[in-house]
């Protein structure tokens, strides 16, 4: 496996419910992200963070909310979806960034994700 | 806005055979491209990457090309085997963290 675990792996859940989305790297990276996967679309980038800190927020709704406590974790809190966020929703984590020393390659890690349904 | 454009069609060929994928940007100009692997139910899995300064890459049965004129990369697996089927995925970036990915290609090698 990648490292990079998920849970749950499948979520269903209405739209008034609240839930979590857990994401735990076993890697020792320093960056940890959220992309949504939407079927035959790309993956969108919605939220990095690097060292804890949030470094992007790819102008996510505010019913999308991230927490970083530490380098290892990260969840996604969830209120009041709309069934348009149905998506496999995936987490990566990567040693550096892109443009850091010659050689680093930005290698993001993928979890095998949470296939979520908002009913 | 920044794009990266996969051909949506499913590639279908025969075992033994090259497998060619295209990859195309526009709007921007990447530092770097990414390909990667997805299986269903899986995440993507890192494969190569190449830089803009790189013309190509190899690994194994896998070979990568850059060409900024053309603003596109192509990615070929050579003796291609059932096992090869699967999605992949074109990654670009400029620095920092943000990658932007392409939809995919999904790939069928009939034995």
């Known amino acids: 496996e990648t490292g990079v675990t998920q849970t749950p792996r499948h979520l269903v859940m209405g739209m008034t419910n609240k839930k979590s989305l857990k994401c735990e790297q076993h890697l020792g990276h320093n960056a940890m992200y959220w992309y949504k996967q939407s079927a035959k679309k790309p993956l969108e980038l919605m939220f990095v963070?690097?060292?804890?800190?949030?470094?992007e927020n790819n102008s996510v709704p505010s019913r999308f909310s991230p927490e970083c406590p530490n380098s290892s974790h990260l969840f996604l809190h969830l209120h009041t979806l709309q069934p348009e966020d149905s998506a496999l929703y995936l987490c990566a984590s990567s040693q550096d960034m892109a443009g850091g020393p010659v050689g680093s390659s930005n290698e993001q890690f993928f979890g095998p994700g949470t296939r979520l349904t908002v009913l | 806005s920044q794009k990266i454009e996969q051909n949506s069609e499913a590639l279908n060929i025969q075992e033994g055979k090259t497998a060619t994928l295209t990859c195309n940007y526009t709007?921007?100009?990447?530092?770097?491209l990414q390909w990667y692997r997805q299986d269903p139910g899986r995440g993507p899995v890192f494969l190569l990457l190449?830089?803009?300064?790189?013309k190509e890459k190899r690994k194994e049965r896998l070979k990568v090309t850059f060409d900024t004129t053309l603003k596109q990369s192509l990615f070929h697996i050579t003796a291609s085997q059932p096992a090869d089927s699967a999605t992949y995925l074109c990654a670009g970036g400029t620095g920092g963290f943000k990658t932007i990915f392409g939809a995919g290609t999904r790939l069928f090698v009939k034995a």
């Open positions: 963070y690097n060292f804890k800190e949030q470094t």
């Open positions: 709007n921007y100009s990447p530092a770097y």
């Open positions: 190449i830089r803009e300064n790189e």
